[in-house]
């Protein structure tokens, strides 16, 4: 009479933190383990971390200017403060530039203090200004200014106006 035996043999539970993928595993990065920004969680499943971004805010959307007269030559707008508003960690810096926009003739435009921002001075931003010329045309000018960092690219617009105020003669 035989006797036969069966054994059976169970694949031991998955542990997670080991830093080996096992059986119902989607990840398993050890002690690296975690919330976000760790891409994988303590349950070791992917982590669904919201992506790093950022915006731009203007302080002042009309920079207002009254064109120089002649014996001027150039003329200094309003300013405007451009910040960088972090969202979900972002902490790259961000370099500002004028992508379109500035009328011509134009003297110059700056950013002071220069135009890239580290992430502690995003708050604090970078004074935006135009320098006109005496035949810059009057108007509202749409100014484009771009803000690049962490391998994206956000803009913001802000209005250049150029007035003129005649003098009459008393």
Known sequence: NCHSRQFMVSAPEP???NSVV???EQCDNGASNGSCPAI???SCTINACPVP???LQASRAILTVIRPNPAEGIRSSDNSIITVIPQNGFNKAVTLSVQSGLPSPIDSHTFSPPKTLTSSQYASGAEFRVIIRNDTPL???PIV???VGGGLTRTIQ???RV???KFEPI
Do not use: A, K, M, P
């Open 158 to 160: 802000v209005i250049l």
């Open 139 to 141: 108007g509202d000018h």
């Open 145 to 147: 200014i771009q803000g």
């Open 53 to 55: 971004n950022f915006s």
């Open 40 to 42: 994988c969680s303590t």
């Open 163 to 165: 007035v003129d105020i």
């Open 22 to 24: 096992e059986s119902g």
């Open 15 to 17: 542990v997670c933190g």
